[in-house]
């Protein structure tokens, strides 16, 4: 038996050797992660310890002891280069080849480098890994005036911690609005207000052209003109989705690596997880989406090792996010985007506001801040499949959480 290989150690690599021990599998599991260490968590990346409120340790999935104990073993900084599909074998950068009953694809994603000249300087940085938050952090102790190029969730984490500690912050975006792609304007509007009354600065519409040297960074240049002074610059511009060994051994690529609603390829001895997998969901009409969450990795991972020890089920579980900025607890359950109609059910003056999100005219998903009881009931709406008629969702004498639980 050669068991059960994965490439990538990250959270869905990981949960995936967890899920397959809890599920009873008894094969040998190897996890190949190209970064060093232990698995760990990226969230707290841009906040927790970039607050240094946690150190590396604390980052860790677990403990040593229990990748001994649930005999998971874990290749670190060894890069997966090929997979021969006829002989099910997966080639390390090293030479060696690992062998495999089956293969599961974790690989997550890697940061969008920003196409501009200077964008190589000094100063400038980007953040996924561990290695990249040390430096940023580093970094951040002596910096003075700050850019963030990308009103997306790691740049506006990342704001808000340069807010909190008093340093001039300004955030660069294309669009008219933060979270683009990500929140309803309703939402976006709340969540720029927070971050103007912080001291942060946006500059909406602006395309960067260039940034400026000579040798460490200086300033943004933006399209129009104008410069933005700054001596540590973070571009947080999205991820592309590692489907490149995917593609290289001819497995199908779409918008990151096409499984089907099992999360298996069209190989039947491969699978993919996470923030590298594209998938049909049922929570956005059978539309194939990628999603980058956590709970995308984790419960993604259980939906595998539950398939790969004898009990198939499609992968239905309900999406959810969330989001820390500075006093922002922002949660998201459902994929809201795109919905066509979006009602608000509290008030963010006194406590807390969530966006009922709708599309054809059921609920599609509900973004909360600072409510997360809405955020618990709206994950159960969601997977019971009910829907509050738009009017009951804004109406604060609206029972809801009766809804939910009936
Ligand atoms: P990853 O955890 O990225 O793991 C993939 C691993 O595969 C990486 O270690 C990579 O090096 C490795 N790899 C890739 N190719 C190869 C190869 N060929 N050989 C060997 N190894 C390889 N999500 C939330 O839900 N809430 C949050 O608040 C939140 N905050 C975040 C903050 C930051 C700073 C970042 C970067 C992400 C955050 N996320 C958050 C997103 C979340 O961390 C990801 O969605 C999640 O990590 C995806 O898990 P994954 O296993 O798919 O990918």
């Known amino acids: 038996m050669n068991g059960i290989v994965v490439v990538g150690a990250g959270q869905a690599g990981f949960q995936l050797g967890a899920s397959l021990r809890e599920s009873g599998y008894a094969g040998p599991v190897t996890l190949v992660?190209?970064?060093?260490?232990?698995?760990?968590?990226?969230?707290?990346?841009?906040?927790?310890?970039?607050?240094?409120?946690t150190d590396a340790p604390g980052l860790s999935l677990?403990?040593?002891?229990?990748?001994?104990?649930?005999?998971?073993?874990?290749?670190?900084?060894?890069?997966?280069?090929?997979?021969?599909?006829?002989?099910?074998?997966?080639?390390?950068?090293?030479?060696?080849?690992?062998?495999y009953d089956h293969l599961v694809l974790a690989t997550g994603s890697r940061n969008r480098p920003l196409p501009v000249p200077g964008a190589g300087l000094a100063g400038v940085y980007q953040l996924r890994t561990l290695a990249e938050a040390d430096a940023l952090k580093a970094a951040l102790a002596g910096a003075r005036a700050v850019a963030v190029v990308g009103a997306g969730f790691i740049g506006l984490e990342f704001a808000a911690i340069c807010a909190q500690k008093g340093i001039s912050i300004t955030v660069i975006e294309g669009l008219d609005r933060p979270l683009g792609r990500s929140v309803s304007s309703t939402m976006a509007a709340l969540i720029e207000a927070s971050h103007v009354a912080s001291g942060t600065r946006f500059l909406f519409g602006s395309a960067v052209a260039g940034l400026v040297g000579p040798d460490r960074v200086r300033a943004v240049?933006?399209?129009?003109?104008?410069?933005?002074?700054?001596?540590?610059?973070?571009?947080?511009?999205?991820?592309?989705?590692?489907?490149?060994?995917?593609?290289?051994?001819?497995?199908?690529?779409?918008?990151?690596?096409?499984?089907?609603?099992?999360l298996a390829t069209a190989d039947p001895a491969i699978s993919a997880i996470g923030d590298c997998a594209s998938f049909p969901s049922v929570h956005a009409d059978g539309a194939r989406v990628r999603i980058e969450s956590v709970q995308n990795a984790v419960d993604g991972a259980r939906?595998?090792?539950?398939?790969?020890?004898?009990?198939?089920?499609?992968?239905?579980?309900?999406?959810?996010?969330?989001?820390?900025?500075?006093?922002?607890?922002?949660?998201?359950?459902?994929?809201?985007?795109?919905?066509?109609?979006?009602?608000?059910?509290?008030?963010?003056?006194?406590?807390?506001v969530s966006v009922f999100c709708y599309r054809g005219g059921r609920l599609a998903g509900v973004e909360s801040l600072n409510r997360p009881a809405d955020h618990m009931i709206a994950r159960r709406l969601l997977q019971a499949g009910r829907s509050p008629m738009p009017d009951q969702a804004a109406d604060p004498g609206f029972d809801i959480k009766a809804l939910a639980l009936s």
């Not at 933006?222 to 511009?237: P, T, Y």
């Open 303 to 352: 939906c595998v090792a539950t398939r790969l020890t004898g009990r198939p089920a499609a992968f239905t579980a309900v999406p959810w996010f969330w989001s820390d900025q500075g006093p922002l607890k922002l949660q998201i359950a459902g994929l809201c985007q795109p919905h066509d109609l979006a009602v608000r059910r509290g008030d963010p003056e006194q406590g807390g």
């Open 33 to 53: 992660g190209e970064e060093p260490g232990l698995p760990y968590g990226r969230p707290p990346l841009s906040k927790a310890y970039m607050l240094g409120k």
């Open 221 to 262: 240049a933006l399209a129009d003109g104008r410069e933005v002074a700054a001596d540590l610059v973070l571009v947080g511009i999205g991820v592309l989705p590692n489907d490149d060994l995917a593609k290289a051994a001819a497995l199908r690529v779409e918008n990151g690596i096409a499984v089907d609603a099992m």
């Open 62 to 99: 677990r403990p040593e002891a229990y990748f001994a104990e649930h005999r998971l073993i874990v290749r670190a900084g060894e890069r997966a280069v090929a997979i021969d599909r006829a002989a099910r074998r997966l080639r390390l950068a090293s030479g060696e080849a690992l062998a």
